[in-house]
């Protein structure tokens, strides 16, 4: 089983990172839809690294956020 390197992990983990806090950002200033769309990359970015890491609280956390910005990332096609 092929394994991510560390410096794969670390890019994505600090991807992720910068993009919730864009999240964030954007949700202050009321900035929609990129604000849905980050927090969907981040937490799908935190799932993967959380998987990869077996830490399966940070898995649930962020598999739970990415559904919910899931549901805002398609409603922001209606």
Known sequence: MA???NNTISLV???STIMALGCATMSS????PINVWLGFL???GWSWVGWIWREWSLVAINFGLTVIYGMGVLGSFW
């Open 29 to 32: 200033f009321d900035i929609y």
């Open 3 to 5: 394994t991510a390197s």
């Open 42 to 44: 981040a937490g799908v």
């Open 13 to 15: 983990k600090w991807s």
